[in-house]
């Protein structure tokens, strides 16, 4: 077995902290800066839209300077950002300073998350695809668990949230301080090694990953709608918000019984990666026709059981398939590139979604997301070798 530069155990604690402090704060932001700090909807929707452009600004500079400098450095400056950033906020939570700190949090979240999925493609023992698998679930698992907690700790006072959350950076600032320290000796070594000194410096074969890389854009704004213009649609059909967050109860129970079922079939999975990834797309296509269709809960349920199954096939694939296909000198490149394709998406969704069901119809916005994904993945599964600049 080949030696790896850190313990999986502790990439993986790692992504479940992280996750799971962040899930404290971002879920709250509409509801606290509307409800306790009095401001409209529409500031608050304004700040959530610069978080999300902060997000990507540090899934950028996340995978360049992982690439370009160091990467024991960078998710220590990733963490610590967070950790400031919160807090700060148990002390500082009013008008427009929570606005500020929110931001800067977003930042350092970013950088943390490309970070965590360029250390991925260090790992050596196992097989990239493994590795994505489980990060995928941990990841989830975090945010299931701050979801659940924060609605019991929110009665207590704001501060007490952020205060958790605090805790919770600071352990991992503190295990990764420890635990990630050989980071940038193995990036060296690997770097030097004989396979790697025979890859070229620029990733070829550009195209497949340029339209992957759309398509999960595109898949992230239609998943968005769930997270937002649906809760809307439910209520216009005479369902209640408990019937709503049953839906991603739902969603939550799936992934944590799904995704390491997945996980056991990696090798099979691997070999059909193609495959995979068309599949899992196809769900996300279907569960929105389901939507069309929908008026009871139960269709509802349905829908989302498909949508959970497609995500937790085709997500972890996408860093899996950039991964095979970027040179090792461009590997946290293009694991930044995917985050901020992920981030993008999930930043315009809600927006996108307002302005066709304001323009049309709900059915009509279902229809565009189903249309819009097929599109993009058929484009992605006609590609070629051909090599284009990104």
């Known amino acids: 077995m080949r030696r790896d530069p850190i313990k999986l155990k502790w990439l993986f604690l790692g992504s479940l902290i992280t996750n799971t402090g962040i899930s404290f704060i971002w ?24 978080n999300s452009v902060f997000t990507i600004i540090g899934n950028y500079l996340g995978g360049w300077l992982f690439d370009n400098w160091k990467p024991y450095p960078t998710i220590l400056i990733g963490i610590f950002t967070a950790t400031v950033s919160a807090g700060l906020l148990i002390f500082w939570h ?14 350092g979240n970013g950088v943390v998350a490309t ?17 994505f698998n489980v990060l995928y679930f941990t990841s989830n698992l975090g945010l299931v668990f701050g979801s659940l907690i924060v609605g019991y700790i929110l009665p207590l006072g704001i501060e007490y949230i952020f ?19 050989n980071l940038d000796a193995a990036k060296q070594n690997i770097s030097k090694s004989k396979v790697i000194a025979d890859d070229h410096q620029k990733t070829r ?3 497949p990953i340029l339209l992957l890389l759309l398509t999960l ?25 408990k019937l709503y967050s049953h839906l991603w109860t739902i969603n939550a129970v799936l992934i944590v019984l799904l995704q390491p079922l997945l996980t056991h079939f990696d090798d099979y999975l691997l070999q059909h990666l193609r495959g995979r990834l068309y599949t899992g797309f196809a ?40 991964n095979e296909r970027a040179s090792f000198k461009e590997k946290g490149r293009y694991q930044g ?35 819009l994904i097929a599109v993009f993945a058929l484009i992605f599964a006609s590609s070629d070798s051909k090599k284009v600049k990104l």
Not at 94 to 107: M, T
Not at 163 to 181: G, L
Request: charged content about 5%.
């Open 337 to 371: 590139m995917v985050t901020i394709a992920a981030s993008a998406g999930r930043a315009i969704g809600p927006l996108i979604g307002a302005l066709i069901i304001e323009s049309f119809s709900y059915p009509i916005l279902f229809i565009f997301c189903a249309v």
């Open 163 to 181: 205060a958790i959350a605090f805790s919770m950076f600071v352990a991992f600032f503190m295990m990764a301080a420890i635990t990630f320290h």
């Open 94 to 107: 009013g008008w427009p300073i929570y606005a500020v700190l929110l931001v800067l949090l977003g930042l």
């Open 283 to 322: 769900f996300f296509c279907s569960s929105f026709l389901i939507l069309i269709f929908a008026h009871q809960f139960s269709w509802f349920v349905l829908g989302m059981a498909v949508l959970t199954i497609g995500e937790i096939i085709a997500f972890p694939a996408v860093s899996t398939f950039v």
């Open 217 to 241: 854009f595109v898949a992230w704004i239609a998943y968005e709608q769930w997270q937002s213009n649906i809760s809307a649609y439910m209520l216009h059909l005479g369902m209640d918000v």
């Open 115 to 131: 970070c965590i999925n360029s250390i991925a493609t260090l790992i050596r023992s196992k097989q990239p695809s493994y590795v």
């Open 205 to 207: 074969d550009k195209l």
């Open 27 to 50: 879920p709250l932001t509409t509801i606290y800066m509307h409800e306790y700090l009095h401001e409209t909807l529409t500031i608050a929707g304004i700040v959530l839209l610069i």
